[in-house]
């Protein structure tokens, strides 16, 4: 057997075009959604993904303005900048780049998102609507691979699911996302006695620790579904996952390829987020 691949760059082209039709519904009602995006320094990383994430709104019709910020700026400063956005009436989402500068606790910025702009899903506003099941905005990341099981027409009701990875960006609130789909969910971390009696077990595996090769063949069920979150470099300097793919591919039924996996599916969440926050914002207008 060898894996159908889970095409993120695909999905993302779709959910895009999507996107794209319903803020051209709220333009024409007189609205234009609107992202701020706050970078404070000149992390090259964060840079990158900056320009991505205001290309990827620009393309889909979405208002986006982008504020730079040199790394000396002061948290008071930030916190201020972050309250005139929460109270821009043209800006629905407001997503303020990690990580800070060191002098800047991220949390207290974080917290200080309005929780109905907060596009990216880590106010403890919106962690505790994902937990309890309210409307919310849920994390971009695990948001992206729920969509990529949905787009298989993945049954996830009574289906055996593991996430590798508690951190508070992917593995528990994609492990919350699991469950509200009625999946069996089993969270493995760095302290989990042995990963792959826990693995062999799932039909479901989401790989998101960081660290290459955390997942190897011998370790996945039959036919499983595979979802490869990591981004590592291989020694010849390669993008690869957290997983053994080459491997893996002969074993599971489905797998994402990194790159074009799960990443080209960040950046189309946050667009969703920021429509829907809009069309919300709309709805309350």
């Known amino acids: 057997m060898t894996a159908a691949l889970i095409d993120g760059n695909a999905l993302s082209k779709q959910l895009r075009s999507e996107v794209a039709q319903r803020a051209a519904a709220l333009k024409s009602r007189g609205l234009t959604p609107g992202l701020a995006v706050v970078l404070v320094g000149d992390n090259p990383a964060s840079q990158v993904y900056v320009r991505n994430k205001v290309k990827a709104c620009e393309d889909s019709g979405l208002h986006s303005v982008l504020e730079k910020y040199d790394a000396s700026m002061s948290e008071a400063d930030l916190l201020a900048r972050v309250d005139a956005l929460n109270n821009d009436p043209a800006i629905h989402g407001i997503l303020v780049q990690l990580p800070l500068p060191a002098h800047i606790d991220a949390q207290k910025v974080i ?39 949905e787009s298989i027409g993945y049954e996830l009701k009574g289906k055996h699911a593991v996430v590798i990875g ?61 979802l490869d979150v990591g981004m590592n470099r291989n020694d010849e300097g390669k993008l690869c996952g957290d997983v053994d793919f080459d491997g893996v591919r ?13 990443g080209p599916m960040t950046i189309t969440m946050l667009l969703v987020n920021t429509l829907e926050a809009a069309e919300r914002a709309a709805l309350g207008a």
């Open 166 to 226: 508690r951190s508070n960006i992917v593995g528990k609130p994609m492990a919350l996302m699991l469950l509200q789909k009625d999946a069996t969910v089993t969270i493995c971390h760095s302290r989990t006695a042995d990963l792959k009696a826990q693995t062999l077990q799932a039909d479901v595996i989401v790989a998101a620790v960081g660290r290459r090769n955390v997942l190897t063949a011998d370790m996945v069920k039959p036919g499983a579904v595979v």
């Open 250 to 262: 002969e074993v599971a039924g489905h797998i994402t390829p990194v790159p074009g996996g799960v």
């Open 111 to 149: 917290e200080a998102i309005s929780p109905l702009k907060d596009v990216d899903g880590f106010h403890i506003a919106s962690a505790g609507a994902l937990m309890t099941g309210m409307p919310g905005f849920w994390p971009c990341t695990p948001y992206g691979c729920m969509k990529m099981l």
